[in-house]
C-alpha cells in the first residue's frame, strides 16, 4: 500500500533479521522451504505435490487420514489442494477456516537475480517466489494445525485448513471456487482467516501499518473489439480499427467511475485522516460527508491508492491489432481490467464501459465471471482479538480495516454467507516485496514475527 496507507502514525519499531533461534522455528523453517522450494507455477509446477507434502506432514504429526482430504479434478491433476480438519472438543461450536492459496505467478531464471525456486537468506531476508505470495501464509497455518494437534489437548472450536491452487490465474482451475461449490461440508465455518491483511514496513524495517482486510474488490476482465474490412494500407480509410479501439481505450483512461463507501472503507478513511495533511483532511471530512464532492475527491485522489479504494477502477492491460504490416487492420482487441466496488455488479461495469467505447467498439465479458464481491462486516468478535494481540506482539501499532483493492480467493465465500478477514501480522516492505515481480523477498524478523501472531489469533479464535 502506498501514500497515506503507508504514512499512517506509529511507534518506531525497526526489525533485524535472525535465524530460527527456537526449535518450533526450525520445525517450521523446514516446512517453508519444502513449500516455496516446490514449483506450484501453471506451467511448469504442481499445486499437487505441494499439498501432499502438507498431508504428509499433517499425518506425522497425528493426523487421521479422515481428517485429511487431498482433492483434485481429472481434468486439472497438477491443481490439486488439501484440506485439514482439527476437530473441537465443542460441536456446537462453529469452526473457524484457515485459507491460502499454494499456487504462484510465474518467475523466469533468466530475469531473477537469483534462483526463483531456491530459498536463499542475503541480508535479513528470505528470497524466492512465493516467499510471501502465498507460501508465507500457507506454511504458517499448516504449521499452526501441526502445533495445535501436537499440543495434545483439542482446542474448545473446530479448526479447518484449505489450501489451494488456481488464485493467482483468472482461467486457472480454481479450488477455492471448486470447494465452495462441491464440498462445501468440508469448508463450511463461521469465518474464515485469509491473506489481504498483514503490515508494511519502511526500507529501515521500521513498521508503519498494520492492517485487517475486511472487503475487497472483484476482479473482471472485458475484451473491446473493433473490426474493420481491412484493405491495403496504400489507401488509408478514416474507419480504422486501431484508431477506433485507440479512442475506446482513451475514453476509458479519462473516466472515473464514482467514488463510494462501505463500512471498512469509511472506517479507513476517518482513521488515516489525522496522518494526511490539512487539505487532504479537509477533502477527506467532505467527501465523507458527501461522496458526490468533486473537488475533494480530486484532492484525495492525488494518492493511486486512495484513488482505487473509493471506486471501481478500469485500466487497459494487453493489445492486439492488425494482421500485416502492409495491410489495413481488420481487428484490434483491448483486454481492459476492472477492480469492482463490493455492491457494484459485473454487468453494470460492462455497460459502462461500453457507452464509453461507443457504437463502433464492441465490449465483452471475459470468462470466468467472477462473483459479485460481498464485504463482511467489522464484527467485534472477529476484530476484538486481533486488536488485543496487536498490542502484544506490536505495541504502539494501530489496527486499520482496509479493503483490499485487488482480489483474493475470499471472494468466492460471500455467496455462501461466509465472511472472509485478510489476517494481519505478516510484515512486508513498502514496495511490496517484490510481489508478482522480481526477486520477490520477505524478512526473516517479519516472518517469525507473524507466524508467532497468527498463531496465537488462531489460539484465541479456537479457545
Same mark, same amino acid.
Given at each position: 500500500?502506498?501514500?497515506?496507507?503507508?504514512?499512517?502514525?506509529?511507534?518506531?519499531?525497526?526489525?533485524?533479521?535472525?535465524?530460527?533461534?527456537?526449535?518450533?522455528?526450525?520445525?517450521?523453517?523446514?516446512?517453508?522451504?519444502?513449500?516455496?522450494?516446490?514449483?506450484?507455477?501453471?506451467?511448469?509446477?504442481?499445486?499437487?505435490?505441494?499439498?501432499?507434502? /502438507?498431508?504428509?506432514?499433517?499425518?506425522?504429526?497425528?493426523?487421521?487420514?479422515?481428517?485429511?482430504?487431498?482433492?483434485?479434478?481429472?481434468?486439472?491433476?497438477?491443481?490439486?489442494?488439501?484440506?485439514?480438519?482439527?476437530?473441537?472438543?465443542?460441536?456446537?461450536?462453529?469452526?473457524?477456516?484457515?485459507?491460502?492459496?499454494?499456487?504462484?505467478?510465474?518467475?523466469?531464471?533468466?530475469?531473477?537475480?537469483?534462483?526463483?525456486?531456491?530459498?536463499?537468506?542475503?541480508?535479513?531476508?528470505?528470497?524466492?517466489?512465493?516467499?510471501?505470495?502465498?507460501?508465507?501464509?500457507?506454511?504458517?497455518?499448516?504449521?499452526?494445525?501441526?502445533?495445535?494437534?501436537?499440543?495434545?489437548?483439542?482446542?474448545?472450536?473446530?479448526?479447518?485448513?484449505?489450501?489451494?491452487?488456481?488464485?493467482?490465474?483468472?482461467?486457472?482451475?480454481?479450488?477455492?471456487?471448486?470447494?465452495?461449490?462441491?464440498?462445501?461440508?468440508?469448508?463450511?465455518?463461521?469465518?474464515?482467516?485469509?491473506?489481504?491483511?498483514?503490515?508494511?514496513?519502511?526500507?529501515?524495517?521500521?513498521?508503519?501499518?498494520?492492517?485487517?482486510?475486511?472487503?475487497?474488490?472483484?476482479?473482471?476482465?472485458?475484451?473491446?473489439?473493433?473490426?474493420?474490412?481491412?484493405?491495403?494500407?496504400?489507401?488509408?480509410?478514416?474507419?480504422?480499427?486501431?484508431?477506433?479501439?485507440?479512442?475506446?481505450?482513451?475514453?476509458?483512461?479519462?473516466?472515473?467511475?464514482?467514488?463510494?463507501?462501505?463500512?471498512?472503507?469509511?472506517?479507513?478513511?476517518?482513521?488515516?485522516?489525522?496522518?494526511?495533511?490539512?487539505?487532504?483532511?479537509?477533502?477527506?471530512?467532505?467527501?465523507?460527508?458527501?461522496?458526490?464532492?468533486?473537488?475533494?475527491?480530486?484532492?484525495?485522489?492525488?494518492?493511486?491508492?486512495?484513488?482505487?479504494?473509493?471506486?471501481?477502477?478500469?485500466?487497459?492491460?494487453?493489445?492486439?491489432?492488425?494482421?500485416?504490416?502492409?495491410?489495413?487492420?481488420?481487428?484490434?482487441?483491448?483486454?481492459?481490467?476492472?477492480?469492482?466496488?463490493?455492491?457494484?455488479?459485473?454487468?453494470?461495469?460492462?455497460?459502462?464501459?461500453?457507452?464509453?467505447?461507443?457504437?463502433?467498439?464492441?465490449?465483452?465479458?471475459?470468462?470466468?465471471?467472477?462473483?459479485?464481491?460481498?464485504?463482511?462486516?467489522?464484527?467485534?468478535?472477529?476484530?476484538?482479538?486481533?486488536?488485543?494481540?496487536?498490542?502484544?506482539?506490536?505495541?504502539?501499532?494501530?489496527?486499520?480495516?482496509?479493503?483490499?483493492?485487488?482480489?483474493?480467493?475470499?471472494?468466492?465465500?460471500?455467496? /455462501?454467507?461466509?465472511?472472509?478477514?485478510?489476517?494481519?501480522?505478516?510484515?512486508?516492505?513498502?514496495?511490496?516485496?517484490?510481489?508478482?515481480?522480481?526477486?520477490?523477498?520477505?524478512?526473516?524478523?517479519?516472518?517469525?514475527?507473524?507466524?508467532?501472531?497468527?498463531?496465537?489469533?488462531?489460539?484465541?479464535?479456537?479457545?
Amino acid at each position: 500500500m502506498r501514500g497515506w496507507m503507508l504514512g499512517m502514525a506509529a511507534a518506531a519499531m525497526p526489525c533485524v533479521a535472525h535465524a530460527q533461534a527456537r526449535p518450533d522455528q526450525q520445525a517450521f523453517f523446514g516446512l517453508y522451504k519444502e513449500l516455496v522450494e516446490t514449483d506450484t507455477t501453471l506451467s511448469a509446477g504442481s499445486c499437487t505435490q505441494a499439498a501432499a507434502q /502438507i498431508g504428509a506432514r499433517l499425518k506425522a504429526a497425528g493426523f487421521a487420514d479422515a481428517d485429511i482430504v487431498p482433492f483434485s479434478v481429472p481434468e486439472h491433476p497438477k491443481e490439486g489442494g488439501i484440506v485439514a480438519v482439527l476437530k473441537g472438543a465443542d460441536a456446537q461450536a462453529k469452526p473457524v477456516l484457515l485459507l491460502g492459496h499454494l499456487d504462484v505467478v510465474e518467475a523466469k531464471r533468466a530475469d531473477w537475480a537469483r534462483d526463483p525456486f531456491k530459498l536463499v537468506e542475503e541480508d535479513g531476508y528470505y528470497y524466492a517466489r512465493g516467499t510471501v505470495d502465498d507460501k508465507a501464509m500457507a506454511a504458517v497455518w499448516a504449521d499452526t494445525l501441526i502445533r495445535l494437534k501436537q499440543a495434545g489437548k483439542p482446542p474448545r472450536r473446530t479448526i479447518k485448513l484449505a489450501l489451494t491452487c488456481g488464485e493467482e490465474t483468472t482461467f486457472a482451475w480454481n479450488g477455492a471456487q471448486w470447494l465452495v461449490a462441491n464440498r462445501r461440508d468440508l469448508i463450511d465455518a463461521e469465518f474464515a482467516l485469509n491473506e489481504g491483511g498483514g503490515g508494511r514496513t519502511e526500507q529501515d524495517g521500521t513498521r508503519k501499518l498494520l492492517a485487517v482486510q475486511v472487503g475487497e474488490k472483484a476482479a473482471q476482465n472485458y475484451t473491446l473489439t473493433a473490426t474493420n474490412a481491412g484493405g491495403h494500407s496504400s489507401v488509408p480509410k478514416p474507419d480504422n480499427a486501431i484508431y477506433e479501439l485507440a479512442d475506446a481505450v482513451k475514453a476509458v483512461q479519462g473516466y472515473d467511475f464514482p467514488a463510494r463507501f462501505t463500512d471498512t472503507t469509511r472506517a479507513f478513511f476517518k482513521a488515516s485522516a489525522a496522518t494526511m495533511p490539512p487539505q487532504a483532511q479537509e477533502a477527506v471530512a467532505r467527501l465523507l460527508a458527501n461522496p458526490q464532492d468533486a473537488q475533494a475527491d480530486a484532492i484525495v485522489s492525488r494518492d493511486a491508492t486512495l484513488h482505487s479504494t473509493l471506486r471501481t477502477t478500469c485500466v487497459a492491460t494487453l493489445l492486439n491489432a492488425g494482421h500485416a504490416e502492409n495491410a489495413l487492420p481488420q481487428k484490434a482487441a483491448a483486454n481492459v481490467n476492472c477492480r469492482i466496488f463490493p455492491g457494484e455488479t459485473v454487468d453494470a461495469t460492462l455497460a459502462q464501459l461500453q457507452r464509453l467505447a461507443g457504437p463502433k467498439v464492441k465490449v465483452t465479458a471475459n470468462q470466468p465471471v467472477r462473483p459479485t464481491a460481498v464485504p463482511p462486516t467489522l464484527d467485534p468478535k472477529i476484530i476484538g482479538p486481533m486488536k488485543a494481540l496487536a498490542a502484544k506482539h506490536f505495541p504502539g501499532l494501530p489496527l486499520v480495516p482496509l479493503m483490499s483493492t485487488g482480489a483474493t480467493d475470499g471472494v468466492f465465500f460471500g455467496g /455462501i454467507g461466509m465472511p472472509v478477514y485478510g489476517a494481519p501480522g505478516i510484515f512486508i516492505d513498502k514496495d511490496m516485496g517484490g510481489i508478482h515481480g522480481l526477486n520477490e523477498r520477505i524478512r526473516v524478523k517479519s516472518l517469525y514475527d507473524g507466524r508467532d501472531y497468527l498463531f496465537d489469533l488462531v489460539k484465541a479464535y479456537a479457545g
